[in-house]
């Protein structure tokens, strides 16, 4: 065998003990389908929720609403975290209601059809003008994962708009027929 032949051998042969070792395990962090709980929104909670998970398991360390860490529970449940050989995981779930929602006014029909023609017959307002909710933005869940020494951080932001207070033109929207 000549020398480009016997070098040529021992590229391959290293390429392929590489190609053989096997992937590290990563972290997944699943966050589809997980949203601010919407009780504890229209209750306007807000806060954060803690978890340290080893070996020996998941726990919740910070004294907080159950409305959060129920949900927030759940969902590191559905996470993939491969043992760490020192230290531990250190989840923040940071629950935040956002001051972004605007109102706009909107003239809208009352009832359907058949209604706005019996309302107009008798000379009944068949429109109303409703402030309307609308969100600015629609935030959702994301993560940030760091290493501190032997410890990883995974800080999740759970985001949601505050909401309109409800008043009786906007409930009167809300049953219309359009």
Same mark, same amino acid.
């Given at each position: ?44 909670? &807000?806060?954060? !929720?803690?978890? $340290?998970?080893?070996?020996? #398991?998941? %726990? ?6 159950? =409305? ?31 001051? &972004?929602?605007? !109102?706009?006014? $909107?003239?809208?029909?009352? #009832?359907? %059809? ?6 107009? =017959? ?57």
């Amino acid at each position: 065998m000549n020398r480009n032949g016997a070098l040529l051998g021992s590229l391959l042969l290293c390429g392929c003990g590489a190609w053989a070792q096997p992937e590290a395990p990563k972290i997944v962090v699943n966050l589809a389908g997980f949203r601010y709980p919407p009780i504890a929104g229209t209750a306007r909670i &807000q806060g954060d !929720v803690l978890f $340290e998970v080893s070996a020996s #398991g998941q %726990k919740l360390t910070s004294d907080t609403s159950r =409305l959060l860490a129920e949900p927030a529970a759940r969902n590191v449940a559905t996470w993939t975290l491969p043992p760490l050989r020192t230290g531990k995981y250190l989840i923040a779930f940071h629950f935040k209601i956002l001051d &972004q929602v605007g !109102v706009k006014r $909107e003239t809208v029909p009352i #009832g359907n %059809k058949f209604e706005r023609f019996l309302r107009h =017959l008798v000379g009944a307002k068949t429109k109303i003008v409703v402030n309307r909710c609308y969100k600015l933005n629609d935030p959702s869940p994301h993560f940030e994962v760091a290493a501190s020494g032997q410890d990883v951080r995974i800080d999740v932001f759970a985001e949601t708009p505050s909401g309109c207070l409800n008043t009786e033109s906007s409930q009167v929207a809300r049953n219309s027929h359009f």
